[in-house]
């Protein structure tokens, strides 16, 4: 599956922002999805899973109740909502792709970055 995410952009804090994710070559549906970010000299950290029929989801503790996961298998796309941003949430954005499960370490498969920029 080849995997492109998109929607990022600058923002202000407390702003949202939709980030998506669109999958081709392969049918979205036949993978749990996730999103992870890598904000400037931190190591890569895991946001949001989901599974594959978008029943189970989990969440990075930071983001809880502010960001929600979801998917559209129809249109072969996920989405990531984030709202009351902050300045900390500034990083690259990846989507990621699992025949494994949503957990952080199952993800094979990724889209190139999309840039999220808070503004304090």
């Known amino acids: 599956v080849q995997l492109q995410a998109f929607g990022g952009g600058l923002v202000q804090a407390g702003d949202s922002l939709r980030l998506s994710c669109a999958a081709s070559r392969r049918t979205l549906s036949s993978y749990a999805v996730g999103w992870f970010r890598r904000a400037p000299g931190k190591e890569r950290e895991f946001v949001a899973g989901?599974?594959?029929?978008?029943?189970?989801?989990d969440y990075a503790t930071s983001v809880k109740g502010r960001f929600t996961i979801s998917r559209d298998n129809a249109k072969n796309t996920a989405y990531l909502q984030m709202n009351s941003l902050k300045p900390e949430d500034t990083a690259v954005y990846y989507c990621?792709?699992?025949?494994?499960?949503?957990?952080?370490?199952?993800?094979?498969?990724w889209g190139q970055g999309t840039q999220v920029t808070v503004s304090s």
């Open positions: 990621a792709a699992s025949l494994k499960g949503w957990r952080p370490v199952d993800y094979d498969w």
């Open positions: 989901m599974g594959w029929s978008g029943g189970a989801t």
